[in-house]
């Protein structure tokens, strides 16, 4: 499993998060994309919205299943990757880059710290 370095935080459900310039870029890890199989749909919330620490903030679909997506901390999402409407695919083929699904700045910077590290993640998931 391909897993990025520590320069991101993660959730137990697989979504990565990534601060960045006091914002935080948020997507799946290769182990989610890989479990989803083929992506076909990504629903994303609009630039604006406010989300919720722990909530759920879009849907993503696969031949496979249909998984919704969480945000570990709470802000307003500044940007949306708009790629994914018309390559969905893309969070197979670069889930911890080009395949990112929203950028949020925090309410709360300090919460990024408290989503878990690379090793918490590794380990709460069965990945170490």
Do not use: C
């Not at 370095?5 to 989610?32: C, F, M, N």
């Not at 496979?64 to 940007?79: H, P, Q, R």
């Not at 409407?85 to 700045?105: A, F, I, Q």
């Amino acid at each position: 499993m391909s897993i990025p370095t520590d320069d991101r935080r993660y959730l137990p459900s697989h979504e990565w998060h990534k601060l960045d310039g006091g914002v935080v870029t948020i997507g799946i890890t290769q182990h989610a994309a890989d479990e989803l199989t083929d992506i076909t749909y990504v629903a994303l919330p609009k630039v604006g919205t406010t989300l919720a620490a722990n909530g759920r903030f879009g849907e993503i679909e696969s031949v496979k299943a249909t998984s919704d997506l969480y945000a570990g901390i709470e802000g307003e999402v500044v940007a949306v990757n708009e790629s994914l409407n018309s390559d969905p695919g893309l969070v197979n083929r670069d889930p911890h880059e080009g395949g990112w699904m929203v950028k949020v700045k925090p309410a709360d910077p300090a919460a990024f710290e408290k989503l878990l590290s690379l090793d918490e993640y590794k380990k709460k998931t069965g990945h170490a």
